[in-house]
């Protein structure tokens, strides 16, 4: 069975949340939602995680869910400064954002060694979703996969969410469409983040939570790709995202990327008023013997 690891980005800012929602305790012991994505990733063989955090939050993921799951796994930290980028250039003194999450991906470089998924630590992704990324992984040459969620299992009922809509040609994926989803009159209505027409989505149109695998050597592409983005953003205020990497990848076939669906519900924190639900989610969870009580010991 190859090596997998899981690369957890963690340095966002939570704004919409109001706080660092990637420690806000969701289970009955304390748990974080990335506490349930660990213990899923480890029983469908993953060996190694990666958090990918902000430096003055080290302590903090270090004292909290590092300690919980350290005697399960291989636990590894990279930092995603502003500074992290070559000599020759000069990020502005003014900006606060991170760099993106492409940007997140390349600091593990050195520490992310073999095939890897890329996971958001705020959301909870379930039990099916990694087990058809491991067994994915177990398969898998030198290609790209999303794992793709239908629409209808990723929505909330406090406002609109972020998607990616995933267009398909001959089973392989053709685009990425970045929308701003919400159900208006009982229709899922998807607005384009580029600006172009609003569409209507079906239920079990596919979606991207950001669940990607990618193999190893990926990880190169991206810093390839990096020098690019630096050359031509506006340092102040753009930021290097994975999807756009892909994207570039798909137009100039220098990978293959694969749509493998998952049936997992998708539950997370958007909104402050989204975590009564997802403590409900997984005491439901737990209830059905998902997951044990008291889930490290």
Not at 22 to 33: A, L, R, Y
Not at 73 to 101: A, C, H, M, W
Not at 263 to 274: P, R
């Amino acid at each position: 069975m190859k090596d997998k690891t899981l690369v957890v980005m963690a340095a966002g800012m939570g704004s919409r949340f109001g706080g660092l929602k990637q420690t806000e305790k969701f289970g009955p012991n304390g748990e974080f939602i990335v506490d349930y994505s660990i213990y899923d990733a480890i029983r469908c063989g993953f060996n190694k995680v990666v958090f990918i955090i902000k430096e003055e939050n080290y302590e903090l993921f270090k004292e909290t869910v590092g300690s919980r799951v350290e005697n399960h796994i291989k636990v590894e930290y990279v930092f995603q400064n502003l500074d992290n980028v070559p000599s020759k250039y000069n990020i502005p003194s003014e900006r606060i954002k991170p760099l993106g999450t492409a940007h997140a991906v390349l600091c593990t470089k050195g520490i992310v060694n073999e095939d890897f998924v890329v996971i958001n630590a705020d959301d909870f992704y379930g039990y099916d979703a990694f087990k058809v990324a491991s067994s994915y992984m177990d398969s898998n040459k030198n290609d790209i996969a999303i794992i793709g969620y239908k629409v209808k299992n990723t929505l909330t009922e406090n406002g609109s969410v972020k998607r990616g809509v995933l267009k398909l040609k001959d089973g392989k994926l053709n685009s990425i469409i970045e929308s701003k989803i919400e159900v208006i009159d009982n229709k899922i209505i998807c607005e384009p983040l580029s600006g172009e027409d609003s569409f209507e989505a079906d239920d079990n149109t596919l979606v991207s939570m950001n669940m990607i695998v990618f193999p190893k050597d990926f990880i190169n592409y991206i810093e390839s790709d990096f020098i690019n983005f630096l050359n031509n953003a506006d340092l102040l205020k753009d930021e290097f995202f994975i999807p756009s990497v892909v994207t570039k990848a798909i137009n100039n076939n220098d990978y293959n990327v694969i749509i493998k669906e998952t049936n997992s519900k998708w539950v997370g924190v958007t909104y402050k008023e989204d975590t009564p639900n997802v403590k409900n989610y997984i005491k439901e969870q737990i209830q059905n013997k998902v997951y044990k009580e008291d889930l490290w010991n």
